[in-house]
């Protein structure tokens, strides 16, 4: 069995100046990550109006499946025209971590 996680740090556009704005940015983008059928979920920057850090996590029986799910997820990502993709923190454990 091996986990993997990434956690993505966002620059969202000027125009979430609130919180409400935020969520309509980054609700969007947790719905699209989870039909990769993922965990994912904000978790960081939850004060900030113009960044966020999403989070991912998949459970697989193979290494190579979890790497290939995390690059479908950071591929979305970097795909959404409106947000800036500012770094990535990927994790793999194996049985022996």
């Not at 059928?37 to 697989?60: F, I, Y």
């Not at 499946?65 to 990535?88: A, Q």
């Amino acid at each position: 069995m091996f986990t993997g996680t990434a956690v993505f740090d966002l620059l969202l556009p000027g125009d979430s100046r609130s919180l409400k704005a935020k969520r309509s940015y980054v609700r969007p983008i947790v719905a699209a990550l989870r039909r990769f059928e993922v965990s994912a979920a904000e978790v960081g920057a939850l004060d900030l109006h113009g960044r966020a850090q999403v989070a991912v996590a998949v459970v697989a029986a193979e290494a190579s499946h979890v790497r290939e799910v995390l690059d479908s997820c950071e591929r979305l990502v970097v795909g959404r025209p409106e947000i800036e993709l500012l770094s990535v923190r990927r994790r793999l454990y194996g049985e022996d971590d």
